[in-house]
């Protein structure tokens, strides 16, 4: 497949910050704490089925303290339509308990604490990043890797290289980048019937267009 050139970059870059320059989370949350289970949740499941999950969990647990305490069968519960529920449980009630050990029930706004805290990787901590303070950062999931993929932006075999291709590309404006890649890739460059002939406004600068046309 080919790569992008500087100038279709560039292109891509513009046009993604026009169509999303507004873009943010569609997991909802009313701070810090609720925005950090969220994406720790959201992991391999869809932003809609945590959605549907949060409200309960956080209406039982609704801060560090309570949830530290819980047990975790009874967070299972609550979370079972999630995938990965078990471990996604145990990892939340242990995030609970070392934000409150460590950190005094608050949830730390750093990176490299953050990546610190059960269930809490790099991407995780880059998203919570972007959204909750607009940090210049990459952060790649299926669609962010999926998107780069077809346009050109990167061959990496795995999420963290796409991450550091996509920040050498890109440099600036992560954190708009990162969230219209996401809703570029859920909603129109779908990983099944991608919207190339009806809504796909980077059609033109795509390198897998003529095969998804022909299936």
């Not at 701070?31 to 409200?55: G, H, M, W, Y």
């Not at 730390?108 to 901590?125: C, H, I, N, S, W």
């Not at 570029?184 to 033109?204: H, M, N, S, V």
């Amino acid at each position: 497949m080919k790569k992008a050139t500087r100038k279709e970059i560039e292109t891509i870059r513009q046009r993604l910050l026009e169509r999303y320059s507004d873009a943010v989370t569609e997991l909802e949350y009313r701070n810090l704490f609720e925005l950090v289970i969220a994406v720790a949740l959201s992991a391999q499941c869809t932003d809609k089925r945590v959605n549907l999950i949060t409200p309960a969990l956080f209406e039982k647990y609704p801060d560090p303290q309570s949830l530290a305490g819980a047990n975790v069968e009874e967070v299972k519960e609550l979370i079972r339509s999630c995938s990965f529920f078990n471990n996604k449980a145990v990892n939340i009630v242990k995030m609970a308990q070392r934000v409150v050990e460590a950190y005094g029930g608050e949830v730390p706004l750093d990176e490299k604490e953050l990546v610190t805290l059960p269930g809490v990787g790099q991407k995780t901590a880059h998203v919570v990043m972007i959204e909750y303070t607009g940090a210049n950062l990459m952060a790649v999931d299926t669609h962010v890797f999926r998107v780069a993929h077809r346009l050109g932006l990167s061959d990496d075999a795995t999420a963290l290289k796409t991450e550091e291709t996509l920040v050498k590309k890109f440099k600036s404006d992560l954190h708009q980048l990162h969230q219209g890649m996401v809703l570029f890739g859920r909603y129109i460059c779908t990983a099944q019937k991608p919207k190339c002939d009806t809504e796909c406004f980077l059609g033109d600068l795509c390198k897998s267009t003529e095969s998804f046309k022909a299936r």
